[in-house]
């Protein structure tokens, strides 16, 4: 058990090192993403259940800070309910796969999570199924949907 909580561990840090500490520095020189255009604060003064505040009690929640190029992939999480642990991060990223957005992240993780991850192997095949079978969600307004009732875009992806 020791053992298994140790390579845990360690797997975790490397995701973290890829996808924080490699692979934004390089998205951001490639792609020049929007920059999001409100601060926590204007997030929280978003109406109580749309996606924007509910962005804002997520961030709060869970401890992180808004960060300008990884709103939209927050917003994911919040979206389609997969948590920001290990697996949820793959369990995402295998969601848009299937969701038939293919891109160097999604295809990075999915094959780290494919290969450091078996126990969780049931999990992402689970989230590609989901992903094929919702209406692609990849050229969604990730800026102006903050308005919107947070259950009401559930419902979309369901």
Known sequence: MKTYRAIKKIRSAVLVY?????????????????????????????PVETMGNDLAVFLEEKGLDLLPYYAKHDIKHILLGYDTTD???????????????????????????????????????????????????????????????TTGLKNKVR
């Open 18 to 46: 890829l996808t924080h500490r490699m692979a934004l520095p390089i998205l951001k020189l490639i792609r020049k993403p929007v920059l999001f255009p409100y601060s926590m604060e204007e997030l929280k003064r978003f």
């Open 87 to 149: 697996d949820g991060e793959v369990c995402l990223q295998c969601f848009m796969l299937g969701n038939r957005h293919i891109s160097f992240p999604v295809m990075a993780t999915v094959m780290y999570g494919m290969v450091t991850m078996p126990e969780y192997w049931s999990l992402f095949r689970q989230a590609i199924k989901r992903g094929r079978n919702c209406s692609p969600i990849e050229n969604w307004k990730w800026f102006e949907i903050l308005g919107e009732r």
